[in-house]
Every structure is written in structure tokens, then in C-alpha cells.
């Protein structure tokens, strides 16, 4: 007998056994992830451990979330012309580029540069994964896949921004922008294995993304 979904649409197994699904969620996720855990410590690490001031800190912050958002001009046209998995592969490489720079030196341009590759990150991760998810699933499992989706992705966020500052005064800086490397890993091998299995129609019948 077949599993009777309330809403309609495919038992969450089902849905849940795409990997498109999962890089979906995974490039949303992991990217207000590290972004919140890095962004949420960088102040602290600025005035407390490297010797700034206030200002060079605000001032770190301030270009880090115009670089968060100023790439949502074009983030629309980027998708059309490169498609979602180079998009989300810049992102990855961004912030990988945020963390190697970071843990170069304690200057105030290597936290700035650092910061501002953290912001172009995770637009390219964050505005890649929620493109991509309606890909995943029918109309009719709209509401139980977004639901989902934001469940992980918020809270993901909130335990990364409350865990920073402990994590940063029991690991210090360096070890902290390490943790963030897991993840991203995980988030390449979840893209990969989407992209091996990878049809010419989407699971709810449109077509597949660039």
C-alpha cells in the first residue's frame, strides 16, 4: 500500500534520497554556517587578541556585509551565464580564500581582505542553494521541503554565531578557522556526488539548473 503524504506529493524519504536536495540545503546551510561562526568572532579576535581598535573592527564588519550583499545585484545574471555549480564552486573557493588569508596574519587588511571573501562566499553559496532547491521537489512538497530547508539552515546558523566566542577563547584563531574546513569539504563532496548523478529534468520535472 502506498504512503498516503498529507499535502500531497512524494513520502520526505523519497524527496530527501536527491542529492540536489542536499547541496541545496548543504550550500545554504554550511554558508550562513561559517560565515556566522568566522563574522561572529572576528571582532573579538580584532580587539581582544590581535590589539585593533574598535573602529578597525567596525570598519571590517561594515565592508564585510556590503560584500555580502552587493553581489545580489548580478547574482541573478551569474546564475543564468554560469550556472548554479560554478557559482557555488567561487563561493567555496572564496571562502577558502577567507580562511587561508585569515590564518596568514593578524593585520588589520588580512582580517578586511579575509572578511570581504567571507561576505562573496556566502552570497554565492547561500543565493546557489535556495536557487536550487525548488529544482528538487513538486509543487505539492513546496511547503515540507522549505520548511525543512529553513529549520537546518537557521538553526545551523544560530549554534555557529552563539559558539564562536567559546570556541575562539578555548581554541584561539587559527584552530578556529580550521573548524570551518569540514565543512566545507563536506559540502564539495555533496555537490559532487549531485553532479555524478545529475539528469537532463529536475526531480519535479522541470528542467535540471546549468
Request: with cysteine.
Amino acid at each position: 500500500m502506498a504512503e498516503t503524504v498529507v499535502g500531497g506529493g512524494r513520502p520526505m524519504r523519497e524527496i530527501l534520497a536527491n542529492p540536489l536536495v542536499w547541496t541545496a540545503i548543504s550550500g545554504a546551510a554550511i554558508g550562513y554556517v561559517v560565515m556566522s561562526f568566522i563574522m561572529t568572532a572576528t571582532p573579538l579576535s580584532m580587539t581582544e587578541m590581535a590589539g585593533h581598535d574598535f573602529d578597525d573592527a567596525k570598519r571590517v564588519i561594515q565592508l564585510h556585509i556590503m560584500a555580502m550583499y552587493l553581489p545580489s545585484l548580478i547574482s541573478g545574471w551569474l546564475i543564468r551565464v554560469v550556472g548554479i555549480p560554478l557559482m557555488m564552486t567561487v563561493g567555496l573557493l572564496a571562502y577558502l580564500g577567507c580562511i587561508l588569508l585569515a590564518a596568514a596574519g593578524i593585520s588589520f587588511h588580512h582580517y578586511l581582505w579575509a572578511l570581504i571573501l567571507l561576505g562573496v562566499g556566502w552570497n554565492f553559496l547561500f543565493v546557489g542553494g535556495t536557487t536550487l532547491l525548488p529544482q528538487g521537489y513538486r509543487d505539492s512538497e513546496r511547503f515540507r521541503v522549505q520548511g525543512l530547508n529553513d529549520i537546518m539552515v537557521f538553526s545551523a546558523q544560530a549554534t555557529a554565531a552563539l559558539s564562536a566566542g567559546a570556541v575562539l577563547t578555548a581554541l584561539g584563531w587559527a584552530s578556529l578557522l580550521m573548524v570551518a574546513v569540514p565543512l566545507l569539504v563536506l559540502h564539495a563532496l555533496l555537490m559532487a556526488a549531485w553532479l555524478l548523478r545529475r539528469q537532463p529534468a529536475g526531480a519535479g520535472g522541470r528542467p535540471s539548473p546549468r
